[in-house]
């Protein structure tokens, strides 16, 4: 047998656009002006848990079931959910992939996400409604750090594979979507303007 390196147990992402997202963006962001102006239990939330920016993750997580806008932004998602889980190889046999959770960020300068994962959740990911020029792109850790241990520093390299970190540039209309245990994190926002993001949970519910 001749000698060879194989590359095993990939860890897949999604990433992509979504089709006239300028239109469902602008409808978004009204609603996430009015949203953020009038969340008083999300910026009470924010002052202690997100310091300098607002999100509605610990008040109004189900932006999909309260406003137009954003049920138009899952039923967009939908399909790409669906394909990535297809890809996976996952056996959805009487279960049905649906959104849970859906909830807007919005990132002013020097705010920043901490690194994290989504537990008891299946899917998680982002979109973007409003970036800034050079906006701070998310940051997806390689699953096996801990595991390291007295692995030697790398040499740098511009192949993503051989890298600790995969960044996600954040581009206004794109999406990224993974699996929920993956941890992940945004630096902070470099820009004077407002990084504005949303984040999604996806579950594996039986069909009725």
């Not at 049920?71 to 959910?81: I, R």
């Not at 996400?113 to 800034?132: C, I, K, N, W």
Request: hydrophobic share 35%; aromatic share 12%.
């Amino acid at each position: 047998m001749k000698n060879k390196i194989n590359s095993i147990f990939p860890t897949l992402i999604a990433q992509g656009s979504l089709p006239k997202s300028e239109t469902l963006n602008r409808r978004m962001m009204k609603d996430i002006l009015i949203i953020s102006k009038e969340d008083k239990m999300g910026r009470q939330w924010s002052k202690e848990s997100y310091r300098g920016g607002y999100t509605s993750y610990g008040s109004l997580s189900d932006l999909h079931s309260r406003y137009p806008s954003f049920a138009a932004f899952e039923l967009a998602l939908q399909p790409h959910a669906e394909a990535f889980a297809k890809a996976q190889g996952w056996n959805l046999k009487g279960l049905e992939l649906r959104m849970t959770q859906l909830w807007v960020n919005v990132m002013p300068a020097n705010v920043y996400h901490t690194l994290h994962f989504h537990p008891h959740s299946a899917l998680s990911g982002g979109y973007y409604v409003q970036t800034p020029p050079n906006s701070i792109p998310m940051k997806i850790e390689d699953p096996r750090m801990a595991l390291y241990m007295n692995a030697p520093l790398r040499e740098n390299t511009t192949e993503a594979s051989k890298d600790l970190y995969y960044k996600v540039p954040a581009k206004a209309g794109e999406f990224v979507i993974f699996e929920s245990w993956l941890r992940h994190e945004v630096p902070p926002n470099t820009s004077k303007k407002p990084r504005v993001s949303l984040s999604f949970n996806y579950s594996l519910d039986n069909e009725e």
